[in-house]
């Protein structure tokens, strides 16, 4: 980047801050423990979508022993509209070391509960499924102690030998679930009628449908799905989705609120306030979801090991 260009990302990230309000603000945390995590993915050259998207809560939750890795490279083949994680061109080859790196960095860091998550990958032939599959595996040969929470994306597309698009994605899901993971989580994102700007390439109904996959596979799996609030959705729509998720046996619900990584990015249309996210959070609760973590600043990992 030249020294230009980083000028100019720098005037316009200042640009952004600015107009948050207060509740937005704040620390990235304890900045040594940011620097450790940082230092061990680096050098294994493997990801968290902790740095790549730039979370607010990452200093935070690796003091606390958490974190989420990056799986199958830091380049997505979807092009949502609101995700800070690179896109628009080739993913690299997958790195067949990759697996073990990351379970040799759970046990470095001495992580007592590590989420998976990854990049979409429609190239790939199960979309990433055994990849999930062996990282898990491998975690546990290494930290057989260590909780393993798996976001997944909704491995949707694709057929082969006449396979249905259904079929293909319920197989990929069942490779998952067979690894018996913590928690279960694909996140809806945001509400029926804005799926289309804001999730290019994902649909609500397929959403839902990964989640009562997994309820139906291994009931004995908590689901989990988030919404991110501020894309112009009314709280009415919010209280629907929330419906919409329980009906099809989502455990779990994480409410936060989005904030715009770039003026490339979606524009925010409205900043939910503090006291609206524990309205909600309440109304979630009373709907019957076991684990709700509804607030400005809460991203679909956050303290996910308290919920375990």
């Given at each position: 980047m030249s020294p230009q260009t980083n000028r100019s990302a720098i005037s316009?990230?200042?640009?952004?801050?600015?107009?948050?309000?207060?509740?937005?603000?704040?620390?990235?945390?304890?900045?040594?423990?940011?620097?450790?995590?940082?230092?061990?993915?680096?050098?294994?050259?493997?990801?968290?979508?902790?740095?790549?998207?730039?979370?607010?809560?990452?200093?935070?939750?690796?003091?606390?022993?958490?974190?989420?890795?990056?799986?199958?490279?830091?380049t997505c083949t979807r092009s949502c509209a609101f995700c800070q994680v690179d896109k628009g061109h080739a993913p690299m080859p997958l790195d067949t070391e990759e697996p073990r790196k990351v379970a040799e960095s759970v046990q470095l860091l001495g992580l007592r509960y590590v989420v998976l998550t990854s990049v979409a990958r429609d190239d790939l032939a199960d979309q990433g499924a055994g990849w999930f599959a062996e990282t898990m595996r491998q975690i546990r040969v290494l930290n057989p102690q260590t909780q393993i929470e798996v976001l997944t994306p909704d491995f949707w597309g694709g057929r082969q030998d006449g396979t249905s698009p259904e079929t293909l994605q319920q197989q990929r899901i069942a490779t998952i679930v067979a690894e018996k993971p913590a928690c279960y989580n694909h996140?809806?994102?945001?509400?029926?009628?804005?799926?289309?700007?804001?999730?290019?390439?994902?649909?609500?109904?397929?959403?839902?449908?990964?989640?009562?996959?997994?309820?139906?596979?291994d009931p004995t799996i908590p689901i989990k799905s988030g919404l991110m609030l501020g894309h112009g959705e009314t709280e009415a729509e919010v209280i629907e989705t929330?419906?919409?998720?329980?009906?099809?046996?989502?455990?779990?619900?994480?409410?936060?609120?989005y904030m715009r990584p770039s003026l490339e990015h979606l524009p925010v249309q409205k900043y939910w306030h503090p006291d609206e996210f524990e309205r909600l959070g309440k109304i979630a609760q009373d709907m019957g979801f076991s684990h709700v973590r509804s607030a400005p600043l809460v991203r679909s990992s956050y303290h996910a090991g308290e919920e375990a």
């Open positions: 316009e990230r200042r640009a952004i801050v600015s107009a948050l309000p207060d509740w937005l603000r704040r620390s990235i945390g304890n900045a040594s423990e940011i620097s450790t995590v940082q230092q061990i993915i680096k050098q294994r050259q493997i990801h968290t979508i902790c740095e790549e998207g730039r979370c607010p809560n990452r200093g935070e939750c690796y003091a606390q022993r958490t974190a989420t890795f990056l799986l199958m490279g830091p996140n809806i994102e945001t509400i029926r009628r804005l799926q289309a700007p804001v999730r290019r390439g994902a649909k609500y109904d397929c959403t839902l449908r990964v989640l009562q996959t997994v309820k139906e596979l929330l419906q919409d998720l329980r009906t099809v046996g989502c455990d779990r619900v994480t409410i936060g609120q």
